[in-house]
């Protein structure tokens, strides 16, 4: 049945398909004109309410010179200027706490959840009941894509609390009927082991860093990966499931299928996943559209070129963003995936933010592509920081060092070969400096991987 929320039509799963087919809704592989209509119709009443409700998008209109009834599809979403996570903080600031982009009315609120403040102050995010149940649901077909079926053991290790995928992760493998063991990223990975054995884990969310880590504890404690139950991981919150090199490192120390995982606190926060082809990012474009944008024009970019990520929320009804500027670069295709999906996807995964691009003696690179070369060399180990210095205004570095650790003994030949193959990835020559195995910090949670020398 239909539910109707405030004049608009959110058409809810009724006979899902048989999750043997790997697909949680039917919704996944409607035509591409099928899904411009379902997008239209919600961003029609998604553009209403914020120009009625949210002082901060009815100024972004009115600057625009649009009304609310001159967005009436996606295409005509280039008439409306992008928000940034700034923008957002200061809305904040000036109405706080949750500011004037809070369109829902408060007795329909039901949980706050701040950005992680990583970068800066925190962006508070609202949820209402309808939210909770949308974001839940989605967030189950992100898993369903991944490969978890009802039954499976699903240990999440993603962080509970201000960093909110744990909790949506948590509703939605509850909704899916899997077994949850909620030990988060604050438990020891010691611990987090005792739990993968003892309950015998068969899917496993955590950071790519963190699932490194356990793998580098399973093996100093002698624990084959053999002996756990591991079948599925997803593995988000920065890069590095999408890199072939990470990607094959999380599978040979943990024994399972890795795939990609993708969510914005202020957006998601879960709301994209690899599906079992792995041949992109899918995105539940029913819920967020997605759009992917010069970084200097702002002008839509053709499917294949990089671009910077931009989202809009078609259902959210608590604090919806209108063009959220990401600040992540991907590459977007709109061709059916073979596994039968529709929807956009990311393919090659994330390929970087834009605050973390390095500009070095002319060059431009990531430290994705950093991470390329140091997972993909035996000699040392998953962690890697790069140290900058003297950077200008522009970005610009002056000098630029990677660290890594010897994975055994030190040798005085591994620095010059990453040097060699550094140059190769990177077009330019970085210092590199090896530490002993253990210097550098493990994370459970995002991993800083730009530090200032």
Known sequence: ?????????????????????????????????????????????????????????????????????????????????????????????????????????????????????????????????????????????????????????????????????????????????????????????????EFLLAAGSSALCATPSYALHIGEVLTARGISPDELSLRIGLFGGEPGAENPATRTAIESALGLSAHDYYGLAEVGPTFASECEAKEGLHFAEDHVLVEALDPI????????????????????????????????????????CSCGRTHARAVGGIVGRHDDLIIFKGAKFYPSQVEKVIRSHADVSSEFVIEVARRNEEGVVGKCTVVAEHAGPADATIGEELRRALRAELGVGVDVRLEALGTLERTTFKAKRIVSS
């Open 1 to 193: 049945m239909a539910a109707t929320r405030k004049g608009i039509q959110l058409e809810s799963k009724t006979t899902p398909p048989p999750l043997e087919s790997g697909r949680w809704d039917t919704v996944e592989t409607i035509s591409r004109d099928e899904l411009f209509e379902l997008q239209a119709r919600r961003l029609r009443w998604q553009v209403e309410r914020c120009s009625a409700s949210a002082t901060l998008y009815r100024r972004k209109l009115t600057e625009a010179g649009a009304e609310p009834g001159d967005i009436r599809s996606p295409d005509d979403l280039v008439r409306l200027p992008v928000v940034t996570k700034e923008e957002l903080r200061e809305d904040q600031a000036v109405s706080p706490p949750f500011g004037s982009f809070a369109v829902a009315p408060e007795a329909d609120w039901r949980e706050v959840h701040p950005s992680t403040g990583t970068t800066g102050r925190p962006v508070n995010t609202i949820w209402t009941a309808a939210d909770v149940l949308t974001i839940t649901d989605f967030t189950a077909r992100t898993l369903v894509q991944a490969g978890v079926r009802p039954g499976d053991v699903l240990q999440n290790a993603f962080a509970y609390g201000l960093w909110v995928a744990g909790m949506s992760c948590h509703y939605a493998a509850s909704k899916l009927g899997c077994l949850v063991v909620p030990t988060g990223a604050a438990v020891s990975s010691d611990k987090q082991i």
């Open 297 to 336: 024009s702002r002008a839509p970019v053709a499917d294949g070129e990089l671009g910077v990520l931009v989202f809009t929320h078609l259902t959210r009804e608590g604090t919806p963003v209108l063009r959220y500027w990401s600040n992540d670069y991907a590459r977007l295709s709109r061709k059916p």
